[in-house]
């Protein structure tokens, strides 16, 4: 348990915060005194994870969206504006592999629907919130990035990753003086227990042997030979969230046990 408060008095959003390392991000968080907006279109995991933060004693709500939309974005962040009367800290956590595959067998659609699912929500929610912390004169984001950007049969998820990473250096610029920071976390393999599915149909047998492949590459290219915990991605997340990276913006950092993208 944090014994710091870094982050008293503060309102945090939290997107793909049903599960894995958006929710270890969450509760830490809260720990550490914000007032929580658990973000994600699944709506009976987010509350599901919001009563889990509750009991925990954290101020957590809950905020049902679909983030790949850019009115899911706006509406998302207008509420929470809204209700709560600031925005301090956006994590920028949706997004993740649905398929595993050499590129030339993705389906058009299959690269649309990677796309959709690990690009466009960090884009809107950055389009979304910037405005409102302009007016305040302050806040950090924390989009989250993957080493996957040299990794393979994730091609689609790779380029949509990689350009999480170059919208944050592109946006740090246009930042500059405004009092708003904006940083990338990277992470490696990760333990997680998903509880939403990557697609709802079965995978298949060249799926399941992409994954293997995935799983083999990620602990070869990983020096510290094992995948991490959620808690370690939080701490960098709430790391570059709090005022201790007051003098950090536009970064990637890579926390994936000696990996780098």
């Known amino acids: 348990m944090p014994i710091c408060r870094r982050f008293e008095n503060q309102v945090a959003v939290v997107t793909g915060g049903a599960q894995g390392v958006g929710l270890a991000t969450a509760q830490r ?9 658990v973000a ?6 987010t509350q599901d994870a919001v009563d889990r933060l509750r009991a925990d ?18 509406e998302l962040y207008r509420t929470v504006s809204d209700q709560f009367g600031r925005i301090d800290v956006a994590v920028h956590n949706v997004g993740g592999t649905i398929w595993a595959k ?10 649309v629907a990677e796309i959709n699912r690990s690009l466009w929500p960090t884009l809107w929610c950055c389009h979304a919130v910037v405005p409102y912390m302009l007016a305040a004169g302050r806040g950090s984001i924390v989009n989250i990035g993957s080493v996957a950007t040299r990794g393979v049969n994730r091609v689609p998820y790779a380029a949509a990753k990689g350009g999480v990473a170059a919208l944050t250096a ?3 610029l246009e930042l500059e003086t405004s009092g708003v920071r904006i940083n ?24 399941k042997a992409g994954f293997a492949g995935v799983m083999e590459q990620t602990m070869r290219d990983t020096p510290m030979a094992r995948f991490g915990e959620p808690e370690e991605l939080a701490a ?26």
């Open 236 to 261: 960098a997340i709430c790391f570059f969230a709090s005022e201790e990276a007051s003098y950090v913006t536009g970064q990637t950092l890579f926390v994936a046990g000696g990996g780098i993208g």
């Open 29 to 37: 968080l809260a720990e550490e005194g914000a007032t929580v907006i």
């Open 40 to 45: 994600d279109r699944a709506a009976q995991a």
């Open 170 to 172: 592109a946006l740090s």
């Open 184 to 207: 990338c976390v990277a992470p490696g393999g990760v333990n997680v227990t998903r509880v939403t599915p990557r697609d709802p149909a079965p995978m298949s047998d060249a799926v």
């Open 57 to 74: 004693g954290a101020d957590a709500h809950a905020a049902i969206f679909d983030l790949e939309q850019c009115e899911g974005a706006t």
């Open 102 to 111: 050499p590129y030339w067998d993705y389906t058009p659609d299959e690269i």
